[in-house]
């Protein structure tokens, strides 16, 4: 759920498809949890892309529809005093950010 919303009907609604019946199966109060579910063969899952991409890229998950959902989440860094060392880390999260948006988009690819 983000916002009172779960990414089922986000999922669903930018795919325009009917939302599933989601009063039935599993529910877990963690994704992690869900997607080590989906994992192990016990059902779907619907989840922020970027915490199934190991399982995606080593094939554990696979993705039937090369449909992702940019769900409008934003993170920004602030900081009272400049730094270096806030400079560089920030940095660092900018790569990783960009690393993972590039893996995603070559496993969308790959899936349609």
């Known amino acids: 759920m983000r916002g009172g919303e779960s990414y089922w009907k986000m999922w669903a609604q930018f795919a325009r498809i009917a939302a ?14 869900a997607l080590e579910a989906a994992a192990d063969e016990m059902g779907v899952v619907v989840s922020a892309p970027a915490l199934a991409l190991p399982e995606l890229e080593s094939g554990r998950l696979v993705a039937p529809f090369a449909v992702l959902c940019d769900c409008g989440a934003a993170y920004h860094a602030v900081s009272e005093t400049p730094r270096r060392s806030i400079d560089l ?4 999260l900018v790569d990783e950010a ?5 893996a995603l988009s070559l496993l969308t690819q790959m899936s349609r």
Not at 89 to 92: A, I, K, L, R
Not at 98 to 102: H, I, K, L, M
């Open 89 to 92: 880390f920030v940095q660092w």
């Open 20 to 33: 599933p019946d989601e009063s039935k199966g599993h529910h877990f109060a963690h994704a992690m949890t």
């Open 98 to 102: 960009r690393s993972t948006t590039r």
